[in-house]
């Protein structure tokens, strides 16, 4: 157990007071990037898109199967001559996945690249604020 010579919590008259403590170093009053609301931002925006994207290509096709598996008369109805309704639907899967991923890309394009271009150019500017220092 160590001694202090000089309790702290005494007050002698020739006990110079304790030193004050040292003043709170200012930072930036910008939070790093790595805690960047921004960057929260930007993982729900790819999250959302991802699951629409997701949801109507698989929603799609689990309609196509629970219409073949319950509605069969529906499914072998003639659409067309010569065309039953299950083999367009099965035709239509393509599509409808490609025009998932058209919708996605364009989203993204309008909406998710934009706030990433922003959030790179500031990682840039903190990383070339941080090797000036």
Same mark, same amino acid.
């Given at each position: 157990?160590?001694? &202090?010579?000089?309790?702290?919590?005494?007050?002698?008259?020739?006990?110079?007071?304790?030193?004050?403590?040292?003043?709170?170093?200012?930072?930036?009053?910008?939070?790093?990037?790595?805690?960047?609301?921004?960057?929260?931002?930007? #993982?729900?925006?790819? #999250?959302?898109?991802?699951? %629409?994207?997701? $949801?109507?290509?698989?929603?799609?096709? %689990? $309609?196509?199967?629970?219409?073949?598996?319950?509605?069969?008369?529906?499914?072998?109805?003639?659409?067309?001559?010569?065309?039953?309704?299950? $083999?367009?639907?099965?035709?239509?899967?393509?599509?409808?996945?490609?025009?998932? @991923?058209?919708?996605?890309?364009?989203?993204?394009?309008?909406?998710?690249?934009?706030?990433? &271009?922003? @959030?790179?150019?500031?990682?840039? @500017?903190?990383?070339? #604020?941080?090797?000036?220092?």
């Amino acid at each position: 157990m160590s001694h &202090d010579p000089y309790p702290h919590d005494l007050t002698y008259p020739w006990q110079p007071p304790p030193p004050p403590p040292p003043a709170p170093r200012r930072t930036d009053h910008r939070t790093p990037l790595g805690h960047h609301s921004d960057l929260r931002i930007l #993982r729900g925006a790819y #999250r959302r898109r991802r699951r %629409v994207a997701t $949801l109507t290509a698989l929603g799609y096709f %689990v $309609l196509f199967l629970v219409l073949s598996a319950f509605a069969p008369s529906l499914m072998t109805a003639g659409a067309a001559p010569g065309l039953p309704t299950g $083999l367009l639907l099965a035709l239509l899967q393509l599509p409808v996945t490609w025009l998932a @991923i058209a919708l996605y890309e364009r989203t993204a394009r309008r909406h998710v690249d934009p706030l990433a &271009d922003r @959030i790179r150019r500031q990682s840039e @500017i903190d990383v070339r #604020r941080g090797a000036t220092r």
